[in-house]
């Protein structure tokens, strides 16, 4: 996995708001039919899709398109930004009090508030969510679905995948034509099943969520597993233990661990090669 700022650096694209993949600017976004026959950088679909983040940007997208609703504009000007800080006062204090998230909270230091569990609260029921942003459920419903989809470490049925991508594309279009699509959720619903395709693993196999689950074993080899007697030498330890318990050879021995059974929604079936019970 690779971020988009290393991504934008890699690819030599000018900014940030550009789409790395096909270079499409925020304003060239909602042109579908030139969108579709833009030269693509093939090196840049090998970077993936990094489904935590997305998920938090895709929140972000809701956020953005329920605060600005009432004005129907991209920018703000004098006037706006007292109705937007209102709209985004009342949703961010019904978002407390039914769901029990912060959305964006600026912390001191750390960024904002919104991060993956705060994503995956908000889009755990779509109903919900569109009665309190007042943003349409269905759009709400299709970006859960694909979000689910690229975090299942399933095989994703490409076409499926593209065809359900672009249709969701249409219909925030259609809803929404005054806010360009920010570019996270261009680079899924556009490029989605082209990066999907591109992987030699299920992409939802591919996630930060590996390395994010390794945190927790960290910090038990530092606490039990590690001599106290030196910052080389305690990181010494760890790194060995890493070493160990990773080990293909080693893990072969391990019993293997009853997997939860996942409850995919059935629109995420649909999207998978192997229709699973
Ligand atoms: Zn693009």
Known sequence: MIDGKVATTLTGSSSMSVCFIC????????????????????????????????????????????YNKSFAAWRTNKETTKIKEQAKATIQKRLKFVLGINVDVVKQGMGSSNNGNTARRFFENPQITADITGVNEQL???????????????????????????????????????????ITVHKVL????????????????????????????YRRYRLYHSRKTGRSSTNEDVMHHLLISSDPYINSFRTKLKLKKLDYHEDVKKLLINEIE
Request: aromatic share 8%.
């Open 140 to 182: 709400i419903h299709r970006f859960k679905i694909i979000l689910s989809t690229i975090t299942c470490s399933q095989a994703i049925d490409a076409e499926k995948f593209q065809i359900y991508c672009i249709d969701t594309a249409k219909l925030y279009i259609d809803l929404y034509g005054w806010y360009y699509m920010p």
């Open 23 to 66: 270079g499409a600017k925020p304003t060239e976004m909602h042109n579908l039919d030139e969108l579709a026959i833009r030269a693509n950088s093939g090196e840049a679909l090998k970077f993936g899709i990094s489904p935590l983040h997305a998920r938090i940007k895709f929140m972000e997208c809701i956020l953005h398109i329920a």
């Open 190 to 217: 556009i490029h989605g099943s082209k990066i999907v395709s591109e992987a030699i693993l299920p992409i939802g196999m591919l996630s930060e969520e590996a390395q994010e689950a390794r945190n927790k074993d």
